[in-house]
C-alpha cells in the first residue's frame, strides 16, 4: 500500500511538471507573438517614412533638375566708411581705447 501511495506522489509530482513547462511554453509562444505583432507594426511604420523620404528626396531632385539650386559663395564683406557712427568700434576693457586710436589714425590716412 505505501509503495502505491509513494508511486502516486511522484507520478503527480512528475505531471505537475509536465503542466508547469506546457504552460511556460504557452506563455513564452504568446509574448512571442505579441512582440513580433508589434515588431511588424513598427517596421511596417519605418517603412513607411523611409518610402516618405524617399518620394521627398526623388521630388526634390525632379525640381532641382529644372530650377538649379543655390550655390554657397561664401559671406561677403563690406567695408565700412572710416567714422561711421552707425557702427562704432569696441574695445575691450582695460586697453586704453588702442583700437580706437588706431582706427581713427588709418582713417585720417585714407581722407
Known sequence: MRVLLVIGVVVLV?????VDRALKI???????REV?????AVAAAAEARDEQRRTVREESGAITSVMPTIHDLGPRHVD???GSSS?????RHGDG???RRQSRRTC???T
Open 108 to 110: 585720417a590716412g585714407l
Open 87 to 91: 557702427f562704432p568700434i569696441r574695445t
Open 14 to 18: 512528475c505531471l505537475l511538471l509536465v
Open 26 to 32: 504557452i506563455r513564452r509562444a504568446e509574448r512571442r
Open 97 to 99: 581705447g588702442a583700437a
Open 36 to 40: 513580433n505583432q508589434r515588431l511588424a
Open 80 to 82: 565700412l566708411a572710416c
